[in-house]
């Protein structure tokens, strides 16, 4: 385009306006500032978990909140403690659980039990009891239960069969630990 062939005035507002959109575009250009973000993101475990003992019978599993294969044994007439058959572990390191557990299986030949118990106790803190389940009660609970934040708790199973019992009788159980996730 050739400046000097235009008019004049038909000039002078082609470079009012060109001044003007190069005056806009640099003011607009020193009002923008930046902000950034910069982290990480990970998957963690938080609640409670089951974890094996000191003496969880052979077989036994544990996948995600399940315990299966669990696989109770005694003596005819001789009772026995798994003392260290289970654990139930905070890992929330900031936060307590509040947990109930309730019985809510329990079939089989009862007759050849004096009594057949699960004991919790506070392994972090010398052993300390905190509840007791007949699991040959169905539907037996005990509540009002509360594991520290980062703790650990044990799980005994206390045997004690009659003194002839039937051999080859079983009891089947499931017990259910049901606890307050954060939210």
């Excluded at 973000?37 to 974890?51: D, K, N, P, S």
């Excluded at 798994?82 to 390191?93: E, F, K, M, P």
């Excluded at 239960?145 to 005994?156: E, H, M, N, Y």
């Amino acid at each position: 385009m050739n400046l000097r062939k235009m008019p004049l005035k038909k000039s002078a507002k082609f470079l009012i306006l060109l001044l003007t959109s190069m005056l806009i575009a640099t003011v607009s250009a020193s009002v923008y500032s930046y902000m950034y973000i910069q982290g990480t993101a990970e998957a963690t475990t938080t609640g409670l978990r089951w974890v094996n003992g000191t003496d969880t019978p052979t077989g036994t599993t544990i996948s995600g909140g399940t315990v299966s294969s669990l696989a109770l044994k005694t003596n005819e007439g001789n009772a026995r403690n798994y003392t260290d058959c289970l654990r139930i572990q905070n890992l929330d390191a900031g936060e307590a659980h509040n947990f109930f557990l309730n019985v809510t299986s329990s079939t089989g030949n009862m007759s050849n039990w004096q009594s057949f118990k699960l004991v919790l106790f506070n392994a972090t803190s010398g052993g300390t009891k905190q509840a007791e389940l007949d699991i040959l009660t169905q539907g037996a609970s005990v509540g009002g239960l509360t594991i520290p934040a980062s703790a650990t708790w044990g799980v005994l199973f206390e045997l004690v069969p009659i003194a002839n019992p039937m051999t080859g009788q079983q009891i089947v159980f499931e017990v259910k630990l049901t606890y307050e996730s954060a939210a």
